[in-house]
């Protein structure tokens, strides 16, 4: 199993840009599809963008299209959520998680512990 911890959150402004990083330690990184999702108060937690095990291919919600990339560094053992353009809405609690298909998030797991990302207006 993979161990995965989050970082890069934090209070921006609107039109800001902000990178989060999701460091991975155990079993091997490459392995595993990675994804990035976010929980904003009162709402339930959403898939955001996810990278195949190669990095090769990608998949964002449609919110997030052309404001954010997800890459990956495996020999850093390192996800990373470029988030661009950010909108207030784009507040959240940002999760990494760890799958074996990008086109399956509801079966990702070794969730983070989050890291916050707040958009002032």
């Known amino acids: 199993q993979v161990q995965l911890v989050e970082s890069g959150g934090g209070l921006v402004q609107a039109g800001g840009s902000l990178r989060l990083s999701c460091a991975a330690s155990?079993?091997?990184?490459?392995?595993?599809?990675m994804g990035w999702f976010r929980q904003a108060p009162g709402k339930e937690r959403e898939s955001v963008a996810a990278?195949?095990?190669?990095?090769?291919?990608?998949k964002y919600a449609d919110s997030v299209k052309g404001r954010f990339t997800i890459s990956r560094d495996n020999a850093k053992n390192t996800v990373y959520l470029q988030m661009n353009s950010l909108k207030p809405e784009d507040t959240a609690v940002y999760f990494c998680?760890?799958?074996?298909?990008?086109?399956?998030?509801?079966?990702?797991?070794?969730w983070g512990q989050g890291t916050q990302v707040t958009v002032s207006s």
């Open positions: 998680a760890a799958g074996l298909s990008i086109y399956r998030p509801a079966d990702f797991g070794s």
């Open positions: 990278i195949s095990m190669s990095g090769l291919t990608t």
């Open positions: 155990g079993r091997a990184f490459s392995s595993y599809a």
